[in-house]
């Protein structure tokens, strides 16, 4: 029995194979998906993703989103999967920067889909920055 | 002789304007590429995000958001995707067409693009925002515009948004497509028509009846639909603007290599014309000298 894993993103299909185990950032904390899960749909938040492929563990950075699991297939839907060759910590750290000041200028207008979207980027890039850091020892 | 000159300054204009058209094919044949790529790449995440939200609808059918709220009304407003450039075939006529024929005719319009802009402008229909989209298509900017028309459907300004793009298959052809966006359709389990989907196509057909898909939901099926749905708007919206696009650039590099090919075509006729008149004019003063020869002896 095997569990395929689809990773995508806007931009592209990131991962599409069959894989051992991944584990999820849930929303209500990290999930261990084996083959022949119970069918489960789940928001994701930031954080890091990590699954067995050909006895090899990979772990990404992801941003928020959806998983969708079913016995024979996971589903994840993201607006980022970076693995650590992939990020660009200064790159990640000026989008902090910006989102924190655009987001300096909404708070007042009181518009909650622009907030959540910043906080959003906030929340990804940091993610991304922690996990280069710790990857790099 | 004034006939040869005519001819000779109309190859250099034909020349001159094949060069122009043959710059443009190749510029869009790049941008093409790209715009492809962009909405290809796409599909699979619009896809999904529609596979998630048919399963959420199937195992809680009674749950309720705004977005999908059917309303009696018929007041309805139209997203219009169309080229800011011309010189890309007949893909806005098109679509213009399709408008026509599909919308209710006192539809209130949103606009992407001069071209159709200036045609809604023409027609007095009542256009309430016009957005401006860059090249190769932003994310950030498509989202300002999912926003707006959240905002009216919710405060019930309309009871219907549709959403008219052209669809892209191949570089030869793209198709007018006018969606319903909004309140969303088909979303139940009930309903077996296939998704209106923008891009590619997902039927609910294949996952009916199938056990597996029995869904928990974490944190629960409400808060999951609340934030899927911003998302699927977000999305949808994006991915049509991407479909544009890459229809777009397909359709100008055709139109453009078409009219590089008769150019080209055009430029050998004129030259045999020109050689034809040239012979001719070669052998008549031949004729002279031999006549005139002729009357000496």
């Known amino acids: 029995m095997s569990l395929h894993l689809d990773i995508v993103t806007p931009e592209k299909m990131v991962f599409s194979d069959s894989v051992e185990n991944v584990y999820l950032p849930g929303a209500d904390g990290e999930l261990g998906v084996l083959p022949q899960h119970a069918g489960l749909v789940t928001a994701l938040k930031p954080g890091e993703l990590r699954y067995l492929h050909d006895g090899k563990v990979v772990i990404l950075a992801v941003g928020s989103g959806f998983a969708e699991i079913t016995q024979t297939q996971v589903v994840v839907l993201t607006d980022m999967a970076l693995g650590e060759a992939e990020i660009d910590v200064a790159q990640a750290e000026s989008a902090i920067q910006r989102a924190q000041e655009q987001l300096h200028g909404v708070e007042h207008s009181m518009d909650a889909e622009e907030v959540a979207f910043l906080q959003g980027i906030i929340a990804k890039s940091t993610v991304a920055i922690n996990f280069k850091r710790k990857s790099q020892g | ?297």
């Open chain 2, 1 to 297: 002789m004034a006939n040869l000159r005519d001819i000779r300054r109309r190859i250099k204009s034909v020349k001159n304007t094949a060069q122009i058209t043959r710059a443009m094919q190749l510029v869009a044949a790049a941008k093409m590429k790209k715009a492809q790529d962009q909405a290809l790449g796409g599909r699979a995440y619009s896809r999904h995000l529609l596979q998630v939200l048919y399963d959420i609808r199937k195992n809680f059918a009674h749950e309720t958001h705004p977005f999908l709220e059917q309303r009696p009304g018929n007041r309805e407003l139209v997203l219009v995707i169309s080229t800011d450039k011309g010189l890309c075939g007949a893909i806005n006529t098109n679509l213009a067409r399709k408008i026509m024929a599909q919308t209710s005719p006192e539809s209130d319009f949103i606009t992407v693009g001069r071209k159709l802009r200036a045609v809604c402008e023409k027609l007095g229909k009542k256009v309430i925002a016009d957005f401006t989209v860059k090249d190769p298509v932003p994310f950030g900017e498509t989202r300002p515009i999912a926003t707006f028309i959240s905002k009216h459907f919710i405060e019930r300004n309309y009871d219907k948004v549709t959403i008219a793009f052209t669809n892209f298959y191949n570089t030869l052809r793209q198709e007018p497509k006018v969606v319903t966006l909004l309140p969303l359709q088909g979303h139940r389990p009930d309903q077996d028509q296939a998704f209106e989907l923008i891009g590619g196509g997902f039927s609910g057909q294949a996952h009916k009846n199938d056990p597996d898909r029995d869904f928990e939901f974490e944190p629960d099926a409400g808060e999951v639909l609340g934030a899927i749905l911003p998302l699927y708007l977000n999305y949808e919206v994006f991915q049509a603007h991407l479909e544009a696009r890459a229809s777009e650039h397909s359709a100008r590099m055709v139109a453009m290599k078409s009219a590089t090919d008769n150019a080209n075509k055009f430029i050998k006729e004129l030259t045999l014309e020109y050689n034809k008149l040239r012979q001719g004019a070669i052998t008549s003063e031949l004729l002279e000298i031999t006549t005139a020869m002729k009357a000496v002896e």
